[in-house]
């Protein structure tokens, strides 16, 4: 399934609360550049059956099949944009789905600190598990992409972008291909038609921000299944952080 438009499709694989909505931000900004919001979310809610916020309107206003989400991937481009930038969640890649249709897209990974991605987390939902911040998924994605490209794609940490969102954008543009555009270190506050139906409940810190802000290190303090869910995927974490792009 690979398109021949010329079109760059980007996958960007993260789990959630990674810098994720905001990177999306960034990419929409470009002016040529169309963006999707985790375009797998409906299917994963209709199969898996789980409670998240705003669950039924995700369901109805999404698409449940992955079979047409796939296709919708690797199809045609909205707007005729020369750059497709697709905002997706490793978590939301179940077992079932086939992978084929990821031929057709160029890849990258968002990663961040599993202690950082947990806190944040809790605060919109009271319990966490390792499948929910995506890091095991994220891993076999990342070793199955490395399969069938041949090659490492870029990874990228939360943390580290922040401390030079320019230097990184610049290289990950570089890495694809295109040229770096300013308009994609700000934008204008608020929300987006392109923004999933559930960014109220998730969205509150994008919609109010204009650009990426530096990173405020603060200390973070775990206890019981949250700290043992951070301990759990730090392997993990730590395996894609020596693959993270240096800007």
Known sequence: MKPGDGSL???MWSGPRNLS????????????CAVSDEPFYAHYLAETGLDHPARDEVIAAGETDWRK???????????????????????????HIDHDWMDGLAHAFLIRDPSEVVASYLR????????DIGLPQEVRLFDEVCDRFGHAPPVIDADDFLLDPEAHLRALCAHFGIPFRAGMLSWPVGPRDSDGIWAPYWYAA???STGF??????EIHL????ARVADATRPLYEKLYRHRLRA
């Open 9 to 11: 499709r980007i996958a």
């Open 21 to 32: 909505t905001a990177m999306m931000r960034a990419w929409e900004n470009r002016g040529d």
């Open 69 to 95: 989400v796939a296709l919708s991937m690797v199809g045609e481009v909205p707007g005729g944009q020369p750059v497709w930038y697709q905002k997706h969640m490793c978590h939301h890649m179940l077992a």
């Open 124 to 131: 919109s939902r009271s319990t966490v598990t390792e499948d």
């Open 206 to 208: 994008v919609w109010n």
């Open 213 to 218: 802000e530096p990173p405020h290190p603060r």
């Open 223 to 226: 206890e019981g299944d949250a």
